[in-house]
């Protein structure tokens, strides 16, 4: 089976939906979505239709979290809009509430069993969600990724992808569709073969320039929201 591993759209459809597209291509049956659907940019009711056409194992991640936080903290909201733009404001105001409950409820990592594989999906690091891993974090971080038992690790919450390999396991972090933070005007994500017990990283590019327009319009106090797709 071929699977597609993607984290951190962050309310961006246009990067989802290019990224589904080619994703439909590659043959992909599943994916795994490791969490912050929303957050930064604006659309994630346009996210979960996307998404709701796919097979998938989903987890949440911290701006779930931060959205759940939010809804119950009025101070909280208007500080994370000052320094992170609308993101979550739209969230609260686009998504029902059994779409919110859903998002806000779900586990942070979960081990799959696929094939003869076992894999785990985590937002953070595998022993806490909001713990970031690099693609030049220290080698005994990387190996601790390892969890007992599993063959495939995936990761998101960076924003940067990479692949690390031992004896033990693959630890694979997906990087990020909605705001890749290492080039900008691509999405990233992992391509994952069950059979060939391979994995590739992939990049998809799509048009940001519409995305870019909003951010100014909607957000100009928070420049670097577009200034990140730029790259």
């Not at 990479?162 to 997906?174: I, L, P, S, Y």
């Not at 705001?179 to 994995?199: C, F, N, P």
């Amino acid at each position: 089976m071929r699977i597609a591993a993607l984290s951190d759209i962050h309310g961006n459809y246009l990067a989802l939906d290019a990224v589904l597209k080619e994703v439909g291509e590659c043959g992909v049956k599943r994916l795994f979505v490791l969490g912050d659907l929303v957050g930064y940019y604006y659309h994630p009711d346009k996210v979960i239709n996307l998404l709701n056409d796919w097979p998938m194992d989903l987890i949440q991640g911290n701006h779930e979290e931060i959205l759940k936080r939010a809804i119950k903290d009025k101070v909280f909201l208007k500080q994370n809009y000052l320094k992170y733009g609308s993101g979550i404001n739209m969230a609260i105001n686009k998504l029902i509430d059994t779409q919110i409950k859903e998002l806000t409820e779900l586990p942070w990592k979960k081990m799959i069993q696929v094939d003869d594989l076992s894999i785990v999906i985590s937002h953070g690091a595998p022993w806490e969600r909001d713990y970031y891993v690099y693609p030049d974090s220290d080698p005994g971080v990387l190996k601790r990724c390892c969890v007992l038992g599993a063959e495939f690790i995936f990761l998101g919450h960076t924003h940067y992808p990479f692949v690390f390999k031992n004896d033990r396991c693959t630890v694979v972090n997906v990087g990020s569709v909605g705001q890749a933070r290492a080039k900008g005007g691509i999405a990233s994500w992992a391509l994952l073969d069950t059979v060939e017990k391979k994995v590739e990283l992939k990049t998809t590019q799509y048009d940001i320039t519409p995305l870019v327009n909003e951010v100014k319009l909607i957000d100009p106090h928070v420049p670097y929201l577009y200034k990140v797709l730029l790259r």
